[in-house]
């Protein structure tokens, strides 16, 4: 069978065996919305648990959007192509919720609002999480996690948090209340919280019992604004599936119940060999592409091969993780530094030390190849020689998974190889 394998924009052919494929792993199949922007508009004026968006600004002084940077898929063109009238009159805010990650560039500022970015560049800016200035101490959470929150959250009458809803490795799922923490949460908020990540209970799916989300809730308890939220689901191509509005708890849970429909595959048994793909905008740098290590893990059987796809065209993202694996000799001696003390980004050298310590990861990407061995991962130049080369190790008898969307397809597995 021959399978495109989507990389910078462009398609890798891949051969597989028909015998040997036991499963091309994507989301689930949907039926996009025809109209986007009318179904974001009717999805406010009919929201969950709220009076509708026009309502809810009837008297706003100081309104302030929250929306999400370019390492997310989220259709933010979308969301003002049918709000942006309303949010313009009332002199709207925009604050990109960075959460630790670095500023956007100007390409990104135009890939975040699309061709809205001119009508409000004099109104957007980033988040900076090391900023004390721009941060209010609003106490901690039920885990002793110090919540910091943007300034500009305590100063607006009206909060609009928008976002996309899909499976997160460690919070359980993007979106909702995660506009809030990491999304505009100080570096000491996200950093004690982020370490929370190595807890066994912070998962993909997993929400009620994860302890990063249950910072995550304490935080919006904590934020005095009223909040109107705009949350979109997307299929497999990245097209609108579904947008959730009003309460912000209520809409994230009706998000999450469609978005487990969409992300959450099943397998009928691991793989001796997994290709995992990390897609755009999500294979911005080896710090994100890193979901499609942890999804792709799930796959691969113990003594398997996972091959991670991802250009990494921004590099390896923080420095932290890199450092930490690299002064490493093996993965398990990474968890070993770690227990003598965190640094924000450590969660994410754990979660590949785990993946490395019972799996070979080879990559095919644009990052060289003394990088991606501090990972514990070997450079491969050729995607289908790296496909030969493992299937001559694991043999002709080897079971082989594609995920063709790593970093947000979940592989539920039926039976662990």
Not at 312 to 332: F, T, V, W
Not at 346 to 359: N, Q, S, T
Request: some cysteine; aromatic content about 6%; glycine content about 8%.
């Amino acid at each position: 069978m021959k399978i495109g394998i989507p990389y910078l924009g462009r398609e890798l052919e891949l051969e597989v065996p028909d015998a040997n494929l036991l499963a091309l792993v994507e989301p689930n199949e949907v039926q996009a919305l025809a109209d986007p922007a009318a179904a974001v508009r009717e999805a406010v004026a009919r929201p969950i648990d709220s009076r509708p968006f026009s309502e809810f600004l009837e008297g706003a002084q100081k309104v302030l959007v929250i929306v999400n940077d370019a390492t997310r898929p989220t259709p933010t063109p979308t969301f003002l192509d049918a709000l942006g009238d309303q949010l313009e009159a009332r002199g709207a805010r925009f604050l990109v919720a960075t959460g630790a990650h670095r500023g956007p560039t100007e390409d990104e500022y135009r890939q975040i609002l699309g061709r809205h970015y001119d009508r409000f560049r004099r109104k957007i800016e980033a988040h900076d999480c090391r900023d004390e200035a721009s941060l209010v101490d609003l106490g901690s959470t039920r885990n002793g996690t110090p919540i910091l929150l943007n300034r500009a959250l305590m100063e607006a009458d009206r909060i609009i948090a928008t976002g996309s809803v899909e499976p997160h490795y460690f919070a359980g799922y993007t979106g909702g209340r995660k506009a809030f923490l990491p999304g505009v949460a100080g570096f000491r908020t996200v950093e004690a919280n982020h370490r929370l990540a190595l807890d066994p209970r912070a998962r993909a799916l997993g929400l009620d019992d994860n302890p990063v989300s249950q910072d995550m809730e304490d935080a919006l308890r904590l934020v005095p604004g009223k909040v109107f939220s705009v949350m979109a689901v997307l299929d497999k191509h990245q097209r609108l599936a579904g947008c959730h509005a009003g309460d912000i708890r209520a809409s994230f849970a009706t998000a999450v119940e469609q978005a487990n429909r969409i992300f959450a595959v099943r397998m009928k048994s691991q793989a001796d060999i997994v290709i995992s793909v990390a897609r755009h905008p999500m294979d911005i740098d080896l710090y994100q592409a890193q979901k499609a290590i942890d999804n792709g893990g799930f796959a691969t059987a113990d003594g398997g091969i996972l091959i991670l796809v991802a250009s990494c065209r921004d590099g390896i993202g923080d420095k932290a993780y890199i450092e930490l694996l690299g002064s490493a000799s093996k993965p398990l001696e990474v968890m070993e530094k770690i227990a003598a003390g965190y640094r924000l980004g450590y969660h994410k050298a754990a979660k590949i030390a785990e993946v490395a310590a019972r799996a070979s990861i080879r990559a095919i990407s644009e990052l060289d190849a003394a990088t991606l061995k501090k990972a514990f991962i070997e450079k491969r130049e050729d995607l289908s020689q790296a496909f030969a080369e493992a299937f001559a190790e694991k043999g002709k008898g080897a079971e082989v998974a594609i995920l063709l969307d790593g970093t947000v397809t979940v592989p539920l597995i039926d039976r662990k190889g």
